[in-house]
Structures are given as structure tokens and as C-alpha cells.
């Protein structure tokens, strides 16, 4: 059976309870994030406001009844100035809209907005070598494999890896920055 189109669109404060109830299921159920505590919406808020006062994308996907699927955003990925055209993104999806192309139309609009500002790299840093589902995805949207980091998280009694995946925003390396 077909799934309803999703829509994507900028994420705003009306969306951060939703949000953080999505982060609140992957932080205690998953090991996409190393937090072992989920924030608040409150720190959602703090932190959503500091991604998008600081310029960065941060964008919501929600169905025909507006009800929020997932959410994506682009941040610094280092704070130093020689970092200012490569960001970091992340993607969560709810876990009653995964498998439903929710986390392909938000990384497709991330790239696209992304490119928009003027970044030319984009970083992913992935919870768990384990985690098939956000590695595919990364590498159906033209991400390379830069490395993994073993060991370097605990959680749920275990050490799990870090993958760092990269790919260039409009042209990358290819004509100097501003």
C-alpha cells in the first residue's frame, strides 16, 4: 500500500514537543544518538534556536494532517572559523514512519538547503556500525565511507562504534570558498 506524500518544510517551536518526543524514543531505544538521557523539549528549544539563529537548516516532515514524521538539521560541524563551510547533519524519523522514504525526502531537502547557504561539505557521524538503515541511506544520497571510530560510545552495556560518512555540497573543493 502507498504512503501518503510527505511534506517537507522549516522546522519552527510549535514542532518541538513532537521533536523531542521522537529524539526521547531514539535516545532510550536506540544508538543512533550517545546521549543516555533524553533532553526536554525546553533544551530542544535551546538548541533549536542556537541551529537556527546561527544560520544552520533544521526542517520538519509531516503528512497531509500535519502530523510531524521525523526532522532533519544541518549544524557546525567543528567551531572553528577554517570549518565555516562543512556541516554535520542529523536525521530522526519516528519510529511509526520509518521505512516510508520520510528519512530520503528529509536528507534530499537538507543537501538542497544546505547547498542554498553556501556549504560545501556535509559530514554525517553515525551511531553504531550497526546502524544499516541510516548507512544506506547516507550512501543512496551520494555519501562516501571516511572511516569508522572504533569504540567510542557506551551504551546499554556496550561499546559501540562511530561511522563517519562525507560528500560535497554544489562544488565541494572544487572552486575556492569566500
Avoid at 85 to 109: D, F, H, K, P, W
Avoid at 151 to 164: E, N, P, Q, S, Y
Amino acid at each position: 500500500m502507498p504512503h501518503a506524500p510527505v511534506h517537507i518544510r522549516p522546522a519552527t517551536l510549535e514542532d518541538i514537543e513532537a521533536i523531542a518526543a521522537i529524539y526521547d524514543a531514539a535516545v532510550r531505544t536506540g544508538t543512533a544518538s550517545f546521549e543516555l538521557e533524553p533532553p526536554g523539549a525546553a533544551e530542544m528549544a535551546r538548541r533549536f534556536a542556537a541551529l537556527t539563529e546561527g544560520g544552520h537548516p533544521y526542517l520538519a516532515a509531516v503528512d497531509s494532517d500535519g502530523t510531524l514524521l521525523g526532522y532533519a538539521y544541518a549544524g557546525a560541524f567543528r567551531p572553528r572559523i577554517a570549518y565555516r563551510y562543512t556541516v554535520e547533519n542529523s536525521i530522526y524519523v519516528a519510529q511509526t514512519a520509518q521505512q516510508r522514504g520520510v528519512g530520503r525526502a528529509l536528507m534530499e531537502a537538507l543537501l538542497a538547503e544546505c547547498e542554498a547557504r553556501g556549504f560545501r561539505q556535509m559530514v554525517a557521524v553515525i551511531g553504531d556500525s550497526a546502524n544499516a538503515g541510516s548507512i544506506a541511506l547516507h550512501r543512496a544520497c551520494g555519501f562516501y565511507d571516511v572511516g569508522v571510530l572504533r569504540a567510542t560510545g557506551l551504551k546499554f552495556g556496550r561499546w559501540i562504534d562511530t561511522v563517519l560518512m562525507q560528500r560535497d555540497l554544489g562544488e565541494g573543493d572544487r572552486t575556492p570558498g569566500t
